[in-house]
Every structure is written in structure tokens, then in C-alpha cells.
């Protein structure tokens, strides 16, 4: 799923307004054992439209498909769900911080998104995962030519106890 996304830029303006990310649950025929289609469920990333009441499918949900495609539907929702969170915070304060489209994002807008949580109810092991999802996000994105301010340089990989 080779997507150049630099070519399907969204600006975020003022049109919007009732425009919402969303996980959206899928089945794909994923094989054929005994000539009977084998369906796999997926979670991807959406655009709702409240009032006119329609989903689509957005190019980003190509993020979780390259990254957890062999997991569970629960994995997927997980990281799906945290990727919508974090770019409705990013609609909510797109003009707070200066966000026109993704290729403005910079590593402190994912800092203020962790941070926002601060205060609340969410756990330390909710925001770990938030966090968690958006390194490889701000990643897969460096790495498709999105962002501007950052290179895929700029991430290092730091290996744990068993090389993970």
C-alpha cells in the first residue's frame, strides 16, 4: 500500500468544523481455504461526517495496515484509536498552534498532546501507550516525505534489555 501521501494533503480550515477522525471496523477477504473466502477484521482510520452522517476511509489508516497487519483487531483498534485521538486533539488545536495540515506538525504538538493529559483521570499506562503509538506515527509520517520539520533521522532507536 504505497500511498505518496505528500500528494493527498486535507488543509485544516474552517469547513471542518463537523469532520471527525474515527476507527472504523472492516472485514477483507483475507484468503481462500476450501474454496470458501477466509475474512480478516481490520481497524482503520476514518473521516466522519456528523451531519451528513458518512465515513471514509482515510489514506492514513495505511499507518496501522504497513504496521500491525498481522495482529489482532484488538492491537489495530488500540493503535488506531490512540492515532484518532491524537489527530482530533490536533483538529480541536490546529489553530492554537499554528497546524494548517499534517506537514506542519512538529515533535512538541505530540509533547502538548501527552500533556494535555495531565490532571485528568486517563492512567500513566494510557499516556505510555498514547505515546508509544505516536513514535511510530511520527515516524511512519517522517518516513512517507509528511512532515517538514522532521526527518526520519532525527528518531533513534534505543534497544531494551532483550533487544526490543
Not at 91 to 111: A, P, Q
Not at 142 to 157: A, D, E
Amino acid at each position: 500500500m504505497g500511498v505518496n501521501m505528500s500528494e493527498n494533503i486535507i488543509y485544516l480550515n474552517e469547513n471542518l468544523l463537523n469532520i471527525k477522525f474515527t476507527p472504523i471496523p472492516v472485514y477483507i477477504d483475507w484468503a481462500v481455504i476450501n474454496n470458501k473466502n477466509v475474512q480478516k477484521q481490520f481497524c482503520l482510520i476514518g473521516l466522519r461526517d456528523a451531519i451528513q452522517e458518512v465515513e471514509i476511509i482515510d489514506n492514513l489508516s495505511d499507518f496501522i495496515v504497513e504496521h500491525w497487519w498481522n495482529k489482532e483487531y484488538n492491537t489495530q483498534r488500540r493503535h488506531c484509536s490512540n492515532v484518532v485521538k491524537f489527530l482530533n486533539w490536533i483538529l480541536e488545536n490546529r489553530r492554537k498552534y499554528k497546524i494548517s495540515n499534517l506537514s506542519d506538525l512538529k515533535l512538541e504538538h505530540g509533547t502538548y498532546f501527552l500533556n494535555s493529559f495531565i490532571g485528568t483521570t486517563v492512567s500513566r499506562e494510557t499516556v505510555q501507550r498514547y505515546e508509544r503509538t505516536l513514535k511510530y506515527f511520527y515516524l511512519w509520517l517522517s518516513k512517507k516525505n509528511v512532515l517538514k520539520h522532521i526527518s526520519p533521522n532525527s528518531f533513534v532507536k534505543k534497544e531494551g534489555l532483550f533487544g526490543t
